[in-house]
């Protein structure tokens, strides 16, 4: 990897900023199903990566506002500007359903030739189907998806791509894939020209102010967390009565403010923070270490509570009560919250009783299991129920079966790893735990049950991994983040330094979020 312009990871003292020459290590990737393999190992490779990079720019002029589209010169003319109207004008119509014209939400570009087709009314899978064309650009993400294998899929190529050119700072409009018409795809070509590379912003650490560790790898989960930078970054918090030494979201408020309206590289100090989290918990106060999980769940409950303040105390008490879950519309609830659905079988008459269940984040079991997935298997596998259970349908005292499945999935699924087990003595479970770049959660929804579909909606990406180094009793906590450019940062309080996904793929994680593709 190139390190032109920038210190050693491993000698960097402060945040480094990326510069614009990175190697395709840099960027996680999903591995390549067998039919991307078998294509990627062919004479058409170049073919193939020349047009993911064509579409995956369409799929950026796409999502990009009108009102931030920047004026381009002609190539024939560098005098003249184009008509934005123009652009606009192809925005509008490119990625449509050539059979229902439903837009951008629900669309896939045919790699192989000019067919757009949506999911939602199987336009795409009947393309898939009778032409043999199995791969399709999601049109929101860029991200390849296989209708043969029924998921995303994709290759550290077409991943270093797609980060490069989906990434707004450094947005380069070239020639467009044949989608409407050719004059239309004639017409991005010619008024085409690159931008400028851009400098990453975010990339700061914080002042150790003396066992700090837990709240600052905590609040780098949030500071990188796309959906509540911007809310915050457009002045979702204002006018509280509170000062910043009382309220803990006006602290954070004043952190994104910090974090990405200035060049400052040195570490933050998190003063007010510190300061209000002692006010408003009395256990924080001091300079004993303090749980990392326990602390990320004090910050929702407390931002949860910040946000809603125009309303009773009742409602507003807890971020993870089943009472103000389901009515509640803050930030954090749209970011964490979700359903998981409880269902209780009679082993006597079949009667299936179900219960839902709003929650923040979930606990998983390590002990016994080598990855992520085994996990996530054992959390919602089909259990025997220890007491005898009452059925409402038959009355019966008898045995049954309990299953978990996910009614309703979060736009940041948040999980623990039970690392710490407290019986009789304290101890810490240092064993490996596999976790994958990219997952598909559709096997854990309740409609997998009937459906036995994947749903490319529930695909998550993984964007934030909080590690906890030490013994039981005593230890550091370092929280490595992924940015939009596809890079990962390892964040040691003030020291931040560039992590390959070789050494992020091999660390103990103790805490692991994940954001979904596409808004929930």
């Known amino acids: 990897m190139s390190t032109t312009g920038r210190e ?44 993911y990079r064509l579409a995956v720019r369409v799929a950026a002029l796409a999502r990009m506002p009108n009102s931030e589209i920047p004026t381009y010169r002609s190539k024939n003319n560098p005098k003249n500007n184009v008509d934005k109207r123009s652009i606009i004008h192809i925005k509008r119509v490119a990625l449509k359903c050539h059979g229902c014209k439903s837009g951008i939400d629900s669309t896939f570009m045919c790699l192989q030739c000019a067919v757009v087709g949506c999911w939602h009314k199987n336009h795409f899978i009947s393309h898939a189907k009778t032409q043999g064309h199995i791969f399709g650009i999601d049109g929101k993400t860029g991200r390849l998806f296989c209708f043969k294998c029924g998921d995303y899929t994709s290759d550290v190529q077409l991943d270093q791509v797609r980060s490069r050119i989906m990434n707004p700072l450094e947005l380069s409009l070239g020639p467009s894939l044949t989608l409407k ?37 905590v609040i780098q989960t949030f500071i990188h967390n796309p959906i509540i930078r911007d809310y915050f970054m457009t002045e979702g918090h204002m006018d509280c009565s509170k000062s910043k030494h009382e309220c803990i979201t006006c602290c954070l408020d004043e952190m994104f403010t910090d974090f990405y309206t200035s060049n400052k590289t040195s570490g933050f100090g998190p003063v007010n923070l510190l300061s209000a989290a002692w006010k408003a918990n ?9 749980d990392a999980h326990e602390f990320w769940q004090f910050m ?5 509570k910040g946000l809603n303040k125009g309303q009773s105390s009742s409602s507003a008490s807890s971020a993870s009560s089943n009472s103000s879950h389901k009515s509640c519309s803050c930030i954090l609830h749209k970011t964490f919250s979700s359903d998981l659905q409880s269902s209780i079988t009679c082993t006597r008459c079949g009667n299936i009783t179900n219960t839902i269940d709003p929650i923040i984040d979930i606990s998983l079991e390590v002990s016994q299991s080598p990855d992520l997935l085994t996990c996530l298997k054992n959390f919602t596998k089909t259990e025997n129920l220890d007491i005898k259970y009452s059925c409402s349908s038959c009355g019966e005292r008898t045995e049954a079966t309990k299953k978990l499945t996910f009614k309703k999935f979060p736009n940041t699924l948040a999980i623990q790893l039970k690392r710490f087990e407290h019986n009789a003595q304290s101890v810490k479970l240092e064993n490996f735990i596999a976790f994958p770049m990219f997952m598909n959660m559709s096997e854990f929804s309740t409609d997998y049950e009937v459906t036995r579909k994947m749903d490319p909606s529930l695909s998550y990406e993984l964007f934030a991994i909080v590690c906890h180094i030490g013994s039981v009793n005593t230890g550091h906590y370092v929280v490595v983040i992924k940015n939009n450019q596809g890079q990962w940062f390892k964040f040691d309080d003030s020291v931040v330094t560039l992590m390959s996904v070789e050494q992020v793929s091999q660390l103990k994680a103790y805490l692991l979020f994940y954001i979904v593709h596409k808004m929930i």
């Open 181 to 217: 018409s050719e004059e239309e795809a004639n017409l991005i070509a010619k008024y085409s020209r690159s931008t400028n590379f851009k400098p990453t912003t975010g990339l700061r650490g914080f002042v150790n102010m003396g066992a700090t560790c837990f709240m600052s790898s």
């Open 300 to 304: 929702v409950n407390q931002l949860h």
């Open 8 to 51: 050693s990871p491993s000698t960097a003292a402060t945040s480094t900023v990326p510069t614009p020459n990175l190697s395709a290590s840099q960027f996680a990737s999903l591995k390549p199903c067998s039919h991307l393999s078998q294509v990627l190992n062919s004479m058409a490779k170049d073919t193939v990566l020349n047009n």
């Open 282 to 290: 009395k256990s924080l106060a001091g300079y004993s270490e303090q």
